[in-house]
């Protein structure tokens, strides 16, 4: 493998941490990416007069929070699609991958920047609120993330993550199609809800209430997706037979097989591509790493591959009043997990509950 080639793919959020591709350096090569990634402060440090030393000195374990978000226009307060916790072991060469329910009712504290008095709502509502900005301007996706990493940290007892990431979902279109599209395996039949075969739009019902037409789908077994069907299947929950549980374990596996598909020859030998590949990554990424740089991260975690990340499903169910659906909540094994990652024992605990284990296929 050429040298130039050795730089780590860091794709969508997750790939950052996962490409393991033995970053050594090739200040030539770095200075042509490293501020293709937009970086902003995530975790309020610089409102609290924090200064973290810039160091490379990054040691586990490591707790980085992971979030999706699709934005329709500027003035959209942004919606946490996507909500993922990479917990790194403390030799940063194994991983568990977790999602958090984006309807998991939880309370959302107080946050001032925003003008928000807390409350108890939906999860994915807390980067909506903390992404308000008095006085009429436009919402701040970075200012969001603040107030939900902070809703996180009281859910799961994370104290504090070690770094941040914004992905743009329509970025992910990009970087799919750079790479020349993703091999995945699918594990159960899915139908479109939004696109039809061709990959345009389907058609709003009159009136609302859901689309018309023929439907995109994606049949079980092996298959290459381009860009807008990576994208379109990883959105799909209705009609699955778990609903967002599937689309959360999808979506943990499609991070899995872009991984896969970053380390490939395919890409990291063809310096069009990765050139390609890397911008787009570049161009769908908001990071913060608290001092630390995507490069600090990635030479770090360079013995990380994606078939050593274990991904973890947490149950959960639905809750109602009055007859009517409000959320999800978590089964107690779910806390359970979450006080053997506060207590270090998480391998063990794991071991005793393969159950929480989602399969690649």
Known sequence: MPRWARICTMLGAVLVFVSGAGLVGF????ARYEGAVQEADLFGDEAAGATPEKTSDIKGPLDILLVGIDPRTPEWSP???SIMVLHVNETLDSAYLFSMPRDLLVKIPAFPKADFKGGTEKLNAAMAHGSKVPGGKLPSAAQGFELLSKTVSE???IERFDAGAIINFNGFRKIVDAMGGVDMYIDTNVKSEHRQPDGTMRTLKPGGGGYTGPQAQYKKGD????GWQALDYVRQRYGLPNGDYDRQRHQQQFVRAMADQALSKDVVTNPIKLDSVLRAAGESLIFNGRGHDLVDFA???RGLRSDSIQMIKLPG???TQGGSYRGEKFQPIAEEFFAAL???TVDSF???NPELLNKAR
């Open 27 to 30: 200040e030539a090569v770095l």
């Open 79 to 81: 919606l946490a699609d």
């Open 155 to 157: 859910v799961t007892g």
């Open 223 to 226: 298959a290459h997706l381009k």
């Open 299 to 301: 030479f770090a975690m």
């Open 317 to 319: 169910g639905g809750v």
């Open 342 to 344: 506060k207590a270090g």
């Open 350 to 352: 794991v071991i005793n």
